[in-house]
């Protein structure tokens, strides 16, 4: 848990372990300001070197005083470029806003509805926080020119966010969201309008929800089986899912739910999680340990927006083990096809840093999967774009997945349906979620993956990111492991390069600055810069047959053993 102070509004409470922050700082304050300059030379020149940008999905910062940091003017001056970009398309557009529990999420929300309004703009706000998928689905239900969600999904307490979805319900993709960057790079702080026209703000009933609610079940409730029998335990990790998954679950048939009573109050502070974010296998200790007590066949997990979950389940010898993403999703997919009535017309989706396992289970059930970069958005954009497609499912490896359209972003909510009812059928079978993930690598091939973070902060840290990407480029490796590189994909000139032929061809996806090696066998390394935060990510895949369950102990061993390795060798 960061130790950072955490910044609020002045005369506002947050709420937190005690429902009373002490106020801190009162942004902009110019004594603040000055005792920065004074006394922490490194956090001042932070939060005043640059603006804090506003990137291809939106904004996420420290919240603070400065430029660089997030406050009412740095989410002032996105909305207020929404506004002009909204006038200019029509005289008449609506958007939805939505928070999660971060401290001042509540205040800046209003805050933002208060510039849409001045600007003639009408605001449907939720009353109180809500997840973020339900601020994809309610734009398109209210047919909204533009949705906000002020989130930071799984950062640290100190953080907050701005995401952006428009008129489709999915996060805003080119040219959109380059659009978006030009107006606010031409906007000066003085021209932000908070003058609110409270007649265009409307605060939304219950209504979106429930019709949520009932979409979620009729999308994900396609196993068979008793449900009453599967013992669930829950946690939002003190996040947004704290009603929405319990109500979903009971109205789908399960009543065997215990939840992490310490943990399901919103609390931007995070009080009483070692961590926010379900990628963290300490998120879901608190939660192993009440599954033990129970004897719990499933522990769900969400982070703070409820869009990415976790879950673990019982392996071979009866432990909890953690599931990542990778192997939840190939799960989920393969249980939504043998469901499905397969159809010329459907596809699956993942990203290019994901399992090649969903490739291979495209491959083998015949259906066409398209993959795409790195985030969401992408995915929810693909739906968009092959109208003449259904899409069935689709995942990333950061514990993202979305089943159906009724949402265009990565869903937990209704991800967390379909995880019980996978687990309530295999289960009234004699079978396990961990059994049923062998016997997809026994059909499939065994695939194994890690990822690792680096953090790099601060301006020095962008820097040392850059070098280390632009040295792969320069001097890529010549083999993983002992197996000799086939291709090399760089992303930045869209060029993927056959070593063995010489043959060059271009990748058909928007440039980012990321490189991937795949090897003759098929193992993988990708390595990119988060978009999100100060870090460096690396993406290792490997892989193996595997003939039957006695193999897979011995199978398992020998692939961590190949992911250890290459971590080594690309990070020392």
């Keep these: 848990m960061s130790k950072k102070p955490i910044i609020v509004?002045?005369?506002?409470?947050?709420?937190?372990?005690?429902?009373?922050?002490k106020i801190v700082s009162r942004y902009l304050d110019k004594n603040k300001v000055k005792y920065l300059k004074k006394n922490d030379s490194e956090e001042f020149q932070d939060s005043f070197y640059k603006d804090l940008e506003f990137g291809t999905g939106g904004m996420r910062g420290i919240m603070g005083v400065g430029p660089n940091r997030v406050n009412k003017y740095t989410f002032g001056r996105n909305t207020q470029a929404i506004s002009n970009i909204l006038n200019t398309l029509s005289k008449d557009s609506s958007v939805v806003i939505g928070h999660d529990c971060r401290n001042n999420s509540r205040e800046l929300s209003m805050i933002v509805a208060d510039i849409f309004s001045a600007n003639n703009i009408r605001a449907y706000i939720f009353d109180s926080l809500r997840p973020t998928p339900l601020i994809s689905y309610a734009v398109r239900k209210l047919n909204c020119k533009c949705g906000i969600v002020l989130t930071a999904s799984h950062n640290p307490?100190?953080?907050?966010?701005?995401?952006?979805?428009?008129?489709?319900?999915?996060?805003?993709?080119p040219p959109i969201d380059k659009n978006i960057i030009t107006e606010i790079s031409d906007i000066d702080y003085s021209e932000i309008n908070f003058n609110s026209n409270p007649k265009l703000i409307e605060l939304l009933d219950n209504k979106i929800e429930n019709s949520f609610v009932n979409d979620s079940i009729n999308t994900a409730k396609i196993g068979d089986s008793d449900r009453k029998n599967l013992k669930i335990v829950f946690?939002?990790?003190?996040?947004?899912?704290?009603?929405?998954?319990p109500e979903i679950l009971n109205k789908a048939g399960y009543s065997n739910i215990f939840c992490v009573d310490s943990q399901m109050n919103p609390d931007g502070n995070f009080s009483n999680v070692n961590s926010s974010n379900p990628e963290d296998p300490a998120s879901l200790n608190e939660a192993i340990e009440l599954a033990k007590v129970h004897d719990a066949d499933l522990v769900i997990?969400?982070?703070?927006?409820?869009?990415?979950?976790?879950?673990?389940?019982?392996?071979?010898?009866?432990?909890?083990?953690?599931?990542?993403g990778?192997?939840?999703?190939?799960?989920?997919?393969?249980?939504?096809?043998?469901?499905?009535?397969?159809e010329k017309n459907s596809f699956i989706a993942s990203t290019v840093v994901s399992t090649p396992m969903m490739s291979k289970i495209a491959s083998i059930n015949n259906i066409k999967i398209e993959l795409s970069l790195t985030g969401f958005k992408w995915i929810g954009k693909m739906i968009n774009d092959y109208k003449d497609l259904k899409f069935l499912g689709g995942g990333e490896e950061s514990f993202g997945y979305l089943i159906g359209d009724f949402v265009r972003d990565k869903?937990?909510?209704?991800?967390?349906?379909?995880?019980?009812?996978?687990?309530?059928?295999?289960?009234?079978?004699?079978?396990?979620?961990?059994?049923?993930?062998?016997?997809?690598?026994?059909?499939?091939g065994f695939f194994k993956e890690k990822l690792y973070t680096l953090?790099?902060?601060?301006?020095?840290?962008?820097?040392?990111?850059?070098?280390?990407?632009?040295?792969?480029?320069?001097?890529?490796?010549?083999?993983?492991?002992?197996?000799?590189?086939?291709?090399?994909?760089?992303?930045?000139?869209?060029?993927?390069?056959?070593?063995?032929?010489?043959?060059?061809?271009?990748?058909?996806?928007?440039?980012?600055?990321?490189i991937i090696f795949e090897s003759q066998n098929?193992?993988?390394?990708?390595?990119?810069?988060?978009?999100?935060?100060?870090?460096?990510?690396?993406?290792?895949?490997?892989?193996?047959?595997?003939?039957?369950?006695?193999?897979?102990?011995?199978?398992?061993?020998?692939?961590?053993?190949?992911?250890?390795?290459?971590?080594?060798?690309?990070?020392?």
């Design 301 to 324: 997990g969400t982070d703070p927006d409820a869009d990415r979950f976790g879950i673990a389940v019982k392996n071979l010898s009866g432990d909890y083990e953690l599931i990542n």
């Design 235 to 245: 946690t939002a990790l003190h996040g947004t899912s704290h009603i929405l998954i």
């Design 9 to 21: 509004f002045e005369g506002i409470e947050g709420s937190g372990k005690s429902h009373h922050i």
């Design 522 to 572: 098929g193992y993988k390394v990708a390595v990119r810069p988060s978009g999100t935060e100060p870090k460096i990510k690396y993406y290792f895949s490997v892989n193996c047959s595997l003939k039957n369950k006695s193999e897979f102990l011995q199978k398992n061993k020998l692939l961590d053993e190949k992911l250890s390795q290459l971590l080594i060798d690309f990070t020392n």
């Design 157 to 173: 307490p100190e953080y907050n966010g701005y995401k952006v979805y428009w008129s489709d319900g999915g996060q805003i993709v």
């Design 411 to 444: 869903d937990a909510l209704t991800s967390s349906l379909l995880v019980s009812e996978i687990c309530s059928e295999l289960k009234a079978n004699g079978s396990s979620f961990y059994e049923r993930m062998i016997d997809c690598y026994i059909k499939y």
């Design 326 to 342: 990778n192997q939840s999703m190939c799960v989920m997919t393969d249980y939504i096809l043998s469901k499905s009535k397969i």
């Design 455 to 514: 953090k790099k902060e601060g301006k020095k840290g962008a820097q040392e990111i850059k070098n280390i990407i632009s040295s792969l480029k320069s001097n890529p490796p010549e083999k993983l492991l002992n197996d000799k590189i086939l291709f090399i994909e760089d992303y930045e000139s869209s060029i993927k390069i056959n070593l063995e032929t010489g043959e060059e061809s271009e990748i058909n996806l928007p440039k980012t600055n990321m």
